[in-house]
């Protein structure tokens, strides 16, 4: 025992269990590969303090209900859904789990065009970006009066422009060594999470009362993530493109207020973006010329440091 000391927060749960799942339509299929991380919190102190597992169900337990609902849940193509039901469910099963906190990683899998036609049960992993939803599950206030808390986002989406991007104007002084150029190369890897309004939920999920169908009929909600997640990938990607980026800082703003323009549902949008930097090769020991930036084409792609700029834009 010690007078120091007390246990002051504690969370737990399965983390990194990996889901495939197939739902047939006939010979049409569609698939969802998800990395499920599923925590709890509640009256479970007792567990560390006391050595007393009456209280804690089984993180192996938790595994097995993540694999029973992939099976059984009518959410299971959507991350978010899923999320809200795995949530939900945990909270609602256990009367001393207050909490559940349901982070689900969508790895990247897009039917494969044959001559122009999707196929029916060919896939094919286009892209390292992973789609990640966050749900929080509060039961604290009763466990009839649960609520969600959403948001969702996209990480590991790797991009480069090798023209479109200046940095110039900022501060200089006896420290400044970087020259300022009207034409860069910018790269980053985004990292983007859009955070929807707090809403009721109960079980089954989205079919009974208490405000819950509310959500399903709201445009852009979470029950729809799956056109906010197109439209958060496409804003990000055409902008990123398109912009006369003045610098990342200036490039991630517009993104994010693009984002909650769009998406009424929306609260707010963070972006991490680190800056990825590419710096030409001095070639003055053979005479060359690669560093005006007319001239540079060969660079060195540097893997630290990065700059790292982040933001969150939120509705007023
Ligand atoms: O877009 C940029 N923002 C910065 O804050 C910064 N700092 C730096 O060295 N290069 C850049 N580029």
Same mark, same amino acid.
């Given at each position: 025992?010690?007078?120091?000391?007390?246990?002051?927060h504690?969370?737990?749960?399965?983390d990194?269990?990996?889901?495939?799942?197939?739902?047939?339509?006939?010979?049409?299929?569609?698939?969802?590969?998800?990395?499920?991380?599923?925590?709890?919190?509640?009256?479970?102190?007792?567990?560390?303090?006391?050595?007393?597992?009456?209280?804690v169900?089984?993180?192996?337990?938790v595994?097995?209900i993540t694999?029973?609902?992939?099976k059984?849940?009518?959410?299971?193509?959507?991350?978010e859904?899923?999320?809200?039901?795995?949530?939900?469910?945990?909270?609602?099963?256990?009367?001393?789990?207050h909490?559940?906190?349901?982070t689900?990683?969508k790895?990247r899998?897009?039917r494969?065009?044959?001559?122009?036609?999707?196929?029916p049960h060919?896939?094919v992993?286009d892209?390292?970006?992973?789609?990640?939803? @966050? !749900?929080?599950?509060?039961?604290?206030?009763?466990?009839?009066k649960? =609520?969600?808390?959403?948001?969702? #986002? *996209?990480?590991? %989406?790797?991009?480069?422009?090798s023209s479109?991007?200046a940095?110039?104007?900022?501060?200089?002084?006896?420290?400044?060594t970087?020259?300022?150029?009207d034409d860069?190369?910018f790269?980053t890897?985004?990292?983007?999470?859009?955070?929807?309004?707090?809403?009721?939920?109960s079980?089954?999920?989205?079919e009974?009362s208490?405000?819950?169908?509310?959500?399903?009929?709201?445009?852009?909600?979470p029950?729809?993530?799956?056109?906010?997640?197109k439209?958060?990938?496409?804003?990000?990607?055409?902008?990123?493109?398109?912009?006369?980026s003045a610098?990342?800082?200036?490039?991630?703003?517009?993104?994010?207020?693009?984002?909650?323009?769009?998406?009424s549902?929306v609260? @707010? !949008?963070?972006?991490?973006l680190?800056?990825?930097?590419?710096?030409? =090769?001095?070639?003055?020991?053979? #005479? *060359?010329?690669n %560093?005006?930036?007319?001239q540079?084409?060969v660079?060195?792609?540097?893997?630290?440091?990065?700059?790292?700029?982040s933001a969150?834009?939120?509705?007023?």
């Amino acid at each position: 025992m010690s007078a120091e000391s007390y246990l002051s927060h504690a969370r737990y749960g399965k983390d990194k269990v990996r889901v495939f799942r197939i739902v047939r339509d006939g010979k049409w299929h569609n698939i969802v590969e998800y990395n499920v991380c599923a925590l709890m919190e509640g009256d479970i102190d007792v567990s560390y303090t006391e050595a007393d597992n009456r209280v804690v169900v089984a993180t192996d337990s938790v595994k097995n209900i993540t694999y029973y609902l992939a099976k059984t849940s009518p959410h299971i193509l959507s991350p978010e859904r899923f999320a809200l039901h795995l949530g939900t469910f945990l909270v609602s099963k256990y009367a001393h789990i207050h909490k559940a906190f349901v982070t689900i990683e969508k790895l990247r899998w897009q039917r494969i065009a044959v001559d122009g036609t999707e196929h029916p049960h060919s896939f094919v992993r286009d892209g390292d970006d992973k789609l990640v939803t @966050s !749900v929080e599950i509060d039961g604290t206030q009763g466990k009839d009066k649960l =609520v969600a808390k959403v948001s969702s #986002g *996209i990480t590991d %989406l790797l991009v480069l422009k090798s023209s479109g991007s200046a940095f110039e104007n900022f501060v200089r002084d006896e420290f400044t060594t970087l020259v300022e150029v009207d034409d860069r190369i910018f790269s980053t890897s985004v990292d983007l999470t859009y955070t929807f309004s707090p809403f009721p939920v109960s079980l089954p999920l989205f079919e009974q009362s208490s405000g819950q169908e509310e959500i399903v009929k709201t445009k852009g909600s979470p029950w729809d993530g799956e056109v906010v997640a197109k439209s958060a990938r496409k804003i990000t990607l055409d902008t990123f493109a398109t912009d006369e980026s003045a610098s990342v800082q200036a490039t991630l703003y517009k993104m994010a207020q693009q984002i909650v323009a769009e998406n009424s549902q929306v609260q @707010s !949008v963070k972006y991490t973006l680190p800056n990825k930097h590419y710096v030409p =090769v001095d070639m003055r020991y053979k #005479g *060359i010329d690669n %560093l005006t930036p007319a001239q540079a084409e060969v660079f060195i792609p540097i893997a630290a440091p990065s700059g790292l700029i982040s933001a969150t834009v939120s509705r007023k």
